[in-house]
């Protein structure tokens, strides 16, 4: 078997965007919200379903899953490979965009139902070592939760580190397949669910069509070549600072080898910088 990195957004959305296959998105919903007995989740509608591109290489419009249970309330799941600037708020925009949209001109407010958002992030945004954390509206004092109908969850995959062997609940089995099934060559023992078992039948590569096939690897050039572009503005901007401190250096009549200790250039480039100064 080979399966797909899940963090790709090709294989993302074929797995839990699957109209065919949605026990995956179930057994995941009920895993992560810790849904038992009569609160369990028996079936959604799938409000975005997984369609490949029109045009090989086109950026999807589908950054996520969204779908909806029996009783109406809503599901967004996302997953978010690197750290964008203003993802918290972008969360609760999102969010709160999603429940609002639900209710029509004239609509009474009762209709409203609640909007549970899941993040999965392949970086630590959090303080604290829980891997898995949900937040409420709560009273800042007693901590009543009266206001039930946004709710949000992240999923931060770096703070998960637990080995097949160490794996001891359906929740921990699918983070330890999200993060790790591109690295696995054979399904992990004490696979008992069905959904996650469907999850890791849909991420292996050898059972794809070519077009889905040349989605998926467009999509990982295209992820590559955002982080690199990520790096050079990060580096541009540290250069930037290195040499803006240089500069105060040779102002204040510094040494070449203490602005070199403050900055980290090298003699010939603050050399360059006191010939432009001049």
Known sequence: M???????DIAFRKIFG???KKEILISFLNAVLKLEGKQQIT???ILNPYQMPIVLGAKSTILDVKSKDKAGNEYIVEMQVTEKAGFAKRAVFYSAKSYSSQLNVCDDYYKLKPTIFIGILNF???????????????????????LKDLDFNFIELP???KKEKELQNLVEKWIYFIKNAENLTVLPQNLDDEGLKSAYTEADKHLWTKKELEAYEYAQ???????????LVEERGKLSKQ??????GISKGYNDQIIADITGLNFAQ???LRKEKE
């Not at 630590?124 to 009266?146: C, M, Q």
């Open 2 to 8: 080979q399966f797909a990195d899940i963090k790709n």
């Open 18 to 20: 699957n109209e065919n």
């Open 43 to 45: 079936w959604v509608e």
């Open 124 to 146: 630590v945004f959090l303080e604290g070592s829980n891997y898995l954390s949900r937040h409420l509206i709560l009273d800042a004092e007693t901590h009543e939760h009266k």
């Open 159 to 161: 703070k998960f580190d």
């Open 221 to 231: 050039m295209r992820e590559t070549d955002e982080r690199a572009r990520e790096m």
């Open 243 to 248: 040499l803006e401190n240089a500069i105060n």
């Open 270 to 272: 603050i050399e360059q």
